[in-house]
């Protein structure tokens, strides 16, 4: 399974973005897909993720409200709408894939694409 992100880029404070995520190989509706970020100096962080077959979601704390995740299975893609954007949230935007249910661990993934940079500017 290769995971490929787009999406990434410079935006200002307030401002919104949207991350795409595509798989190829697989049975993409078989694996549970998160987003993780990592920010310069710091431990990668977990973000949200939308579970294999009830497509039900879970977030981490530092993006609840503000972000929303969501997939579409034909596309076989997922994807991470990033709202109200902070400085904060500049980081690495990591999307991951796993055969199993919900986690929020990293080491529980066992597919990762290769990044794609977020900037939020104050």
């Known amino acids: 399974v290769q995971l490929v992100e787009s999406g990434g880029g410079l935006v200002q404070a307030g401002d919104s973005l949207r991350l795409s995520c595509t798989a190829s190989?697989?049975?993409?509706?078989?694996?549970?897909m998160g987003w993780f970020r990592q920010a310069p100096g710091k431990e990668r962080e977990f973000a949200a993720c939308?579970?294999?077959?009830?497509?039900?979601?879970v977030y981490g704390n530092s993006v609840k409200g503000r972000f929303t995740i969501s997939r579409d299975i034909a596309k076989r893609t997922v994807y991470l709408q990033m709202n109200s954007l902070e400085p904060e949230d500049t980081a690495v935007y990591y999307c991951?894939?796993?055969?199993?249910?919900?986690?929020?661990?990293?080491?529980?993934?066992?597919?990762w694409g290769q990044g794609t940079q977020v900037t939020v500017s104050s």
């Open positions: 190989g697989g049975i993409f509706s078989s694996y549970t």
């Open positions: 991951a894939g796993r055969v199993g249910y919900s986690t929020t661990r990293e080491d529980d993934y066992t597919y």
């Open positions: 939308v579970i294999r077959s009830s497509g039900s979601t």
